[in-house]
């Protein structure tokens, strides 16, 4: 493990702080929102641009990765979440409903970078995506109903917009780099920007603390009780996706790949369903806004155990 890899936690911690400390100047908070998504597309064009096309090829046939990480994502999680939400916020409807709203949709974007910080395998992580986001968007409402008698209008036309812009421009862009601009000295270029993502990934948090960091400092009291829903989700969780990669026979980065497409949580897609669905509950929208604060610093914690258990196994191997 390497120098840059034992301080990635250090550096995202840091990035938390520093965006709440500078979002209390009021210009800064201001204008640091549309510094998260320029930062967000280039952090996924550098991550594209060290995936080879063919292995994300190859990635489309692992059905039993595909199989997993649905079971996880979209039956096991809304049961689970549904017993946390019952268990820690019975007695407010508001925050049980944007915590149900934050765990039943999947990830389609940071974890990707943190797939490739534990060492996943990220064209497998990268190929769940679509399904993910699709699936996702189908059965929100459908969950929404289930679990709380409320169906809310997705804006569909929003949520594509998103996936253009995030997605899919940085993956062609990354595809086009790959074929045309790097036929010489491809390895040696890819290594020396194997870093940046995380620089990327840094600064964009920095910039979503910045804007939305006030807003938690107001309320940190509901900071507390989402804490620990949010903290079991992730424990139990991540014990399943170790227990079911390991059944299943995954490859160590195929495990570390499962364990972040079914840890991390899109709130951002959440969040902007919850304010055209629900404008009136501003309480919905702040759990959505509270989630990240929670999920970043862990995801990056998580990661890091991922490469400390996966280096003991190597070594356990050899022995």
């Not at 911690?13 to 597309?41: C, F, H, K, T």
């Not at 090829?57 to 946390?84: D, Y």
């Not at 797939?115 to 679509?130: D, F, H």
Request: charged share 10%; with cysteine; aromatic share 10%.
């Amino acid at each position: 493990m390497g120098l840059f890899e034992k301080l990635y936690t250090v550096l995202i911690i840091v990035s938390v702080l520093l965006g709440l400390v500078i979002g209390q100047v009021n210009e800064v908070a201001m204008y640091a929102d549309q510094w998260i998504l320029p930062l967000l597309m280039l952090m996924l064009y550098l991550t594209f641009l060290q995936i080879p096309l063919k292995d994300l090829k190859q990635s489309f046939l692992n059905r039993t990765f595909t199989c997993a990480s649905i079971g996880i994502n979209f039956v096991l999680t809304p049961l689970f979440s549904w017993l946390l939400a019952t268990l820690f916020l019975a007695n407010q409807p508001a925050l049980w409903l944007g915590f149900m709203m934050l765990m039943v949709t999947p990830c389609t974007d940071w974890y990707i970078i943190f797939t490739g910080i534990a060492k996943g395998n990220v064209a497998l992580s990268t190929s769940i995506l679509p399904l993910n986001l699709i699936l996702q968007l189908l059965l929100l409402p459908v969950y929404l109903y289930v679990f709380s008698g409320t169906v809310g209008v997705v804006d569909f036309q929003l949520v594509m917009k998103s996936m253009l812009l995030v997605l899919v421009l940085p993956f062609v862009l990354a595809a086009v780099t790959r074929h045309y601009l790097l036929k010489w000295n491809k390895d040696v270029l890819i290594e020396k920007v194997s870093s940046l993502p995380v620089i990327f990934l840094c600064l964009a948090i920095l910039a979503m603390f910045a804007s939305q960091g006030s807003l938690l400092l107001n309320h940190l009291d509901l900071f507390v009780q989402l804490l620990l829903p949010i903290l079991t989700f992730f424990l139990i969780t991540f014990l399943i996706g170790r227990l079911v990669g390991k059944g299943l026979a995954f490859t160590t980065p195929n495990i570390a790949s499962l364990h972040l497409t079914t840890l991390a949580r899109n709130s951002p897609v959440a969040l902007a369903i919850a304010m055209t669905a629900f404008p009136h509950e501003p309480l919905i929208a702040l759990v959505l806004v509270m989630g990240p604060l929670i999920e970043l610093p862990l995801l990056s914690l998580i990661s890091y155990i991922i490469l400390i258990l996966d280096q003991h196994h190597t070594i356990s191997g050899r022995s």
